[in-house]
């Protein structure tokens, strides 16, 4: 199994410094590959990942929720969306994403449809020229 990062991240890298096997990459281009994303081939399923974020965008592969109830307010940055987001990252330094959405309350999202996602970046994105 793997842990999986959803469409309610928002950049802010807080994740990447605690992976004790440097698995996860910052998507790029920023425009077709908005979040970060979670190498399922090497992620050892250690949960510290989980704590660091600040918008509870991490969950293990089998707890990604098919029906997410939005609280209201918080961004789902994915392509299509065409909202602006700006804010700063886990360092400070500045984050614009204009791949989002604001979700309104009692909103359901499916977040299984990111899980792919994260496999494709490393297996067809630029994620695997990367490593
Ligand atoms: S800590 Fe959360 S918001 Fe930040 S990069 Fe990681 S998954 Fe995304
Ligand atoms: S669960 Fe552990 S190994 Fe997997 S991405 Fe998170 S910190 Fe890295």
Redesign the pocket.
Known sequence: MTHI??S?????????EVCPVEC?T?GKPQEQWP??YIDPDTCIDCGA?VP???????FPEDEVPAAYAARGGEFLNRVGQDGHYEGT??HGDPVVLETVRVLTQGEVVDLTTDIQANTDYYTKGPGYSAK
């Open positions: 990062i959803t309610l991240c928002l950049r802010d890298s807080g994740c990447v996860i910052p979040m970060f990942c660091e974020c600040p918008y509870a965008a991490i990252d886990h």
